[in-house]
């Protein structure tokens, strides 16, 4: 169905298009928020990538891939809404995630805490090689075929934004040094 | 200790929470700005030869024939030379080179060249070697390997036998409010003078490794040569105060070779250059306006035993070239650059500017098809012009000429006086493509014979190249 409704949004059919962006709308909103863990900067994410994905649609050379093609888009909107949000790093505030948050055994309070300050630190292309990986559930050479990056370049930042995760639950683990050494 | 499993159970459950649906508001604004946003058409070439259907193509295959045939009847029977352009300038003084067309049995049969800056965007075009059929080789380029962001293809580069051509694509990652433009880890792409889908040439480029440039093939064609940037870690691990060390990462800059075979990439290392410190966890200069120390613009010579490029070395703080226009030194270790040639292995790295160019700039190097002269920009005196109101700032007065010299230093042959030539190639036919403000120009070795090329935009045309051609030029301007 998709192919079809691509190929007459490529010619202009504005009611084709706006059906696949109620298709795909929520799997970009989850994707998006979940890279910049704010709904609002994801709204503006999403609102960016449908349009750019109309205006662009004409250039999409295989219809088939229509939806991998929107997914790039989504991120590299994400890469620009993250550059115009100036506090990555600056004034983390531990927030739970937005929306429901329902209790769940695999991880604790404290867990998401250290999880969710250190993704917070994280650069947006390793926000994003995360969630498509543990998210989506995909391995490195696919999100390479769907980033556009070589699958060496997905897998080192895969290593390193998981190596950074774990620095951070790790440095939450360690005693604080205070004054006299001793440990708090 | 955290192992893999308990990491990625816990990513698991952590992106598992999180917003399920797109609000309808947020739709309905998309949906809203959608009905006042045009589509943008990718220019078609209707000429191009991939998209036509069988008849059209047998129809232009022998008008092709035909007029091949008539131009080498005309080439044959009057060798007429090209009118002679207003500019650029040939010198008067300069003695006839020895590179001819006889030392190259290939005629080229088309050029590449990119359209536009930096700021503007750039373009690769492709044109006949007379300059007509100028058109851009791969229409909605930007978009289709970065959407929605875009980026730039950079230093066009062919294979000795003109069938395939190397770019370097600069992806773009939006614009920093502070530095502007913004550009993701350069890559290398593949493609022909048809414009076939990109290919993207891995190079494992992984980190440290922030970024692989100016990419040309080796004689054979099985090889690339690179200019490879990478972050070394700081000089010390805590900062010295008047020690003129600093606690950060930097830059370093070198070639590496890529068998495209097999993907192994051997690097250089003789040829390293480092670059002003970085700020800490950023890829952007520690000291303001300091930056751009790197090697550019390898190219392999036609025997493919060595490598000629160009590095930027700092001035001699002492030279008149380093001097502002009220007689001070500029305030940050600004790059000049020299050429250099090393073995095709790294060993026997030397420098060839020769004494007179010495403390300028020599850029965009390239072997004459007979490997017997390298031809190269050299710009002269670069010396940053202070903006009075605006700070610190400098405007940076280029003046560029093309000369020829051979490979040990010696015999320096001025090619064009008009002081805006730059981006120089040799063609396999042993004439010089100049890149200058009035278009594209070609002319015999010794600047004879200019004659403008005028493909369409005229303006902001650089990096001409020819295909085949005997060595390829590339990246050398920072725009």
Redesign the interface.
């Known amino acids: 169905m998709d192919r079809d409704l691509v190929e007459r949004a490529q010619r ?1 059919d ?1 009611d084709a ?2 059906i696949l ?2 298709t795909h ?2 799997r ?3 994707i998006a ?2 890279i910049l863990r704010d ?1 609002g900067r ?2 503006d994410a ?14 999409l ?1 295989d219809p088939a891939r229509f939806e991998a ?1 929107l997914q ?2 989504l991120v ?2 994400s ?2 809404e993250a ?2 949000w ?1 506090s990555w790093s600056a004034n983390i505030r531990v927030l739970p ?6 209790p ?1 055994e ?2 604790s309070v404290d ?2 805490d250290r ?2 300050r250190g ?1 917070r630190r994280l650069p947006p ?1 390793q926000r994003a090689i ?2 498509f ?3 989506l559930g995909l391995a490195p050479a696919e999100i390479a075929d769907r980033l ?1 990056i ?4 997905a ?3 895969l290593h ?1 934004a ?1 190596r950074a ?2 620095a951070a ?2 440095a939450d683990e360690r005693p604080v040094a205070v004054a006299g050494g001793r440990p708090q | 200790m955290t192992d893999q499993r308990d990491l990625d159970r816990l990513l698991g459950a952590f992106f598992a929470e999180g917003t399920d649906e797109l609000a309808d508001r947020v739709l309905n604004a998309a949906l809203e700005e959608i009905d006042k946003t045009p589509q943008r058409q990718p220019a078609r070439v209707p000429w191009r030869f991939s998209t036509m259907n069988t008849f059209a193509r047998v129809a232009a295959a022998a008008v092709l024939a035909l007029v091949a045939v008539g131009a080498t009847l005309y080439l044959v029977g009057l060798r007429q030379p090209p009118a002679v352009g207003s500019s650029p300038t040939p010198s008067a003084s300069a003695p006839v080179a020895s590179t001819t067309s006889s030392a190259v049995p290939s005629v080229a049969r088309e050029f590449a060249y990119i359209v536009g800056d930096s700021r503007t965007g750039q373009q690769l075009w492709i044109a006949n070697m007379d300059g007509t059929g100028a058109h851009e080789l791969i229409p909605g380029l930007a978009q289709e390997l970065n959407p929605g962001l875009g980026g730039n293809p950079q230093a066009p580069a062919w294979s000795s036998d003109g069938t395939r051509l190397v770019f370097t694509w600069a992806p773009s990652v939006g614009d920093d409010p502070v530095l502007g433009p913004m550009f993701g880890a350069a890559r290398f792409y593949l493609t022909d003078a048809s414009g076939k889908a990109p290919q993207l040439v891995d190079t494992g480029c992984v980190a440290p490794c922030v970024g692989d440039t100016d990419p040309a093939f080796s004689r054979d064609g099985t090889h690339l040569v690179f200019v490879r940037t990478k972050l070394v870690p700081p000089e010390s691990s805590s900062p010295e105060p008047g020690s003129g060390k600093v606690n950060s990462d930097r830059d370093a800059s070198y070639l590496a070779t890529i068998d495209l075979a097999s993907g192994r990439v051997t690097e250089l290392p003789s040829t390293t250059v480092l670059d002003c410190p970085l700020f800490p966890g950023q890829h952007a200069p520690l000291i303001g306006n300091c930056g751009g120390f790197a090697d550019h613009d390898p190219r392999w010579s036609p025997d493919g035993t060595q490598i000629v490029f160009t590095q930027d070395v700092p001035y001699d703080i002492n030279g008149p070239a380093s001097r502002d226009i009220n007689g001070m030194p500029p305030p940050r270790p600004f790059p000049g650059a020299s050429l250099f040639v090393v073995d095709a292995d790294g060993q026997n790295l030397h420098q060839i500017s020769p004494d007179v160019v010495k403390d300028t700039c020599c850029r965009s190097a390239d072997w004459s098809p007979d490997g017997t002269q390298i031809v190269f920009e050299r710009t002269t005196p670069p010396a940053p012009i202070l903006n009075p109101g605006k700070g610190t700032g400098y405007t940076v007065v280029f003046i560029a000429d093309v000369y020829t010299v051979r490979p040990d230093g010696t015999d320096l042959v001025r090619v064009t006086s008009d002081a805006n030539s730059m981006d120089p190639s040799w063609s396999a036919d042993g004439r010089i493509f100049v890149s200058s403000a009035t278009g594209l120009w070609i002319m015999d070795a010794d600047g004879s014979n200019a004659t403008q090329l005028s493909p369409p935009p005229l303006l902001m045309a650089h990096w001409p190249i020819s295909a085949p051609a005997a060595a390829m030029t590339a990246d050398n301007l920072n725009p």
Do not use: C, K
């Not at chain 1, 960016?48 to 004409?58: D, F, G, K, N, S």
């Not at chain 1, 995630?97 to 329902?102: E, I, N």
């Not at chain 1, 070589?150 to 370049?153: A, D, L, N």
């Open positions: 202009g504005r298009f706006a962006a109620r709308g929520d970009l909103m989850r928020q979940r709904v994801a709204e999403v609102q960016q990538t449908l349009v750019i994905a109309w205006r662009e649609l004409p250039s050379r093609w790039r888009l590299n909107a890469y620009a550059r115009r100036r995630v937005d929306g429901p948050a329902g769940d695999a991880m867990d998401r999880l969710e993704f292309d995360l969630v990986t543990h998210y556009g070589p699958v060496g370049t897998r080192s930042r390193y998981h995760m774990r639950i790790e």
